[in-house]
Structures are given as structure tokens and as C-alpha cells.
């Protein structure tokens, strides 16, 4: 059983950053590939990016690719996502994903959710 918990949330104006952090314990890390998936009120949890178990792969939603930046450190069992030139649009709880093997876009094929941590991005 992998137990994930974000932090690293909180309130910026648009244009800013945000650095998340996601710790994960209670398995073998460099076994699944990660990711960070966001939802807001009344819509579907939808994929952000996802970074292979080796870290040498690497995919991001189109409203995010150029702005946002995955990475782990597989000696610490941690995943970063480095957020700037926020947006309002970005505004959602983020949740830190795990799988075990190749990476995916998929919210039905992730193993292991975090608790959540919002981001506010105001205008």
C-alpha cells in the first residue's frame, strides 16, 4: 500500500508560481510511474502530466505544456510540479498520482490518489 501526501498549495495572483511536492511512502518507489492529475467543482479529474518511474519520460496536457515542470527524486520518494505563469483557469485541487509500471493519462489506470491540495489562482 503506497501512501501519498501533497503539499505545497495555496493562493497566487495569475502570472505567479506555485511548487508542489508529493511524498510518497509504504512502497517501492522507483517502481511507478507518477503524476499529477487536478479537478474542479463539478467536473471530471482530469490528467496534468506524468513522469516515468526513471524520470526520463515525461507528458503534459496541452494547457499546461510550457508552463508547468514534473520531476522526482527517486532517493528522497518525492514528485515535484513546478507551476508558473499561473493562470485562473489553473485553479483546482491537485492530487499526486502513482502507478505501477509505464505512465498514463488514464484516471481509471492509477493505483494510488493523494488526499488533494488546492491551488487558487486569482485574476
Known amino acids: 500500500q503506497v501512501q501519498l501526501v501533497e503539499s505545497g498549495g495555496g493562493m497566487v495572483q495569475a502570472g505567479g508560481s506555485l511548487r508542489l511536492s508529493c511524498a510518497a511512502s509504504?512502497?517501492?518507489?522507483?517502481?511507478?510511474?507518477m503524476g499529477w492529475f487536478r479537478q474542479t467543482p463539478g467536473k471530471e479529474r482530469e490528467f496534468v502530466t506524468t513522469?516515468?518511474?526513471?524520470?526520463?519520460?515525461?507528458y503534459y496536457a496541452d494547457s499546461v505544456k510550457g508552463r508547468f515542470t514534473v520531476s522526482r527524486d527517486n532517493a528522497k520518494n518525492t514528485v515535484d510540479l513546478q507551476m508558473n505563469s499561473l493562470k485562473p483557469e489553473d485553479t483546482a485541487v491537485y492530487y499526486c498520482?502513482?502507478?505501477?509500471?509505464?505512465?498514463?493519462?488514464?484516471?481509471?489506470?492509477?493505483?494510488?490518489w493523494g488526499q488533494g491540495t488546492q491551488v487558487t489562482v486569482s485574476s
Open positions: 498520482a502513482a502507478r505501477e509500471g509505464p505512465t498514463t493519462e488514464d484516471v481509471g489506470r492509477i493505483d494510488y
Open positions: 509504504g512502497g517501492t518507489f522507483r517502481h511507478y510511474a
Open positions: 513522469i516515468s518511474w526513471s524520470g526520463g519520460t515525461t
